[in-house]
């Protein structure tokens, strides 16, 4: 199975490239969708933040308003979070991987902007990084979320920059395109190019 590790900043059509990779019969494993399961299921993870954030767990439920009060404002309390939470999430994400490879699945995608700082990547066969110019992932933003074109290039400015992702990531996809469908068939073909070759 060939595992690929998308990434990217909100409005650069990361989407549209997963969605490429599901209509070439492949898997995409979101990695927020598994944090908020495990939330529910995994009482280890719920045991760990309890014990480091006393009280933000009451009745087996995580408080995530209460966490958030006390960790987005310190930087180091956010880093223990996350150290806790990627680790829970990393050997998930394993486990579905091995569980798609034995279903005799031949590729997925991660979906996860910190695939890096997780140890996600360590999972995947190669990185993209998709990016677009501002302006266009500011449209997009504005046309998805109906904010205004000033909130939209402060939701981007809050984020890490391309140039962190590029740095990082085996592959760069530029969308600049003027239709979604026309980015995604540029994914399906290299999306489809790539994995022939890692096979």
């Known amino acids: 199975m060939t595992v690929i590790g998308i990434t990217g900043g909100t ?17 995409v494993i979101d990695c927020d969708a598994v944090y908020h399961d495990l939330t529910f299921k995994s009482r280890d993870m719920l045991n760990e933040i309890d014990m480091t954030f006393p009280g933000v767990v ?4 995580l408080q995530r308003r209460e966490l958030g009060k006390i960790v ?6 956010l ?5 806790i939470t990627h680790r829970y999430v990393k050997a998930e994400v394993s486990r579905i991987i091995e569980e798609q490879r034995s279903a005799g699945g031949a590729i997925a995608a991660i979906d996860a902007i910190a695939l890096f700082e ?7 066969n190669f990185t993209v990084c998709i990016t677009a110019p501002r302006e266009i992932r500011a449209r997009r933003i504005m046309a998805r979320e109906g904010i205004s074109y000033d909130y939209a290039v402060l939701r981007i400015g ?3 920059d391309d140039a962190y992702f590029k740095d990082k990531c085996t ?5 600049d395109f003027d239709t979604a469908d026309e980015f995604k068939n540029l994914c399906r073909k290299f999306f489809s190019e790539k994995v022939r070759c890692e096979k």
């Open 11 to 27: 409005g650069a059509g990361k989407t549209t490239a997963l969605e490429a990779i599901r209509e070439l019969g492949g898997t």
């Open 58 to 61: 009451q009745d087996g439920v």
């Open 72 to 77: 987005f404002s310190n930087d180091t309390l």
């Open 79 to 83: 880093l223990k979070l996350n150290e």
């Open 118 to 124: 997780s140890g996600l990547s360590g999972l995947c």
């Open 158 to 160: 809050a984020q890490k």
């Open 171 to 175: 592959y760069t996809l530029v969308n």
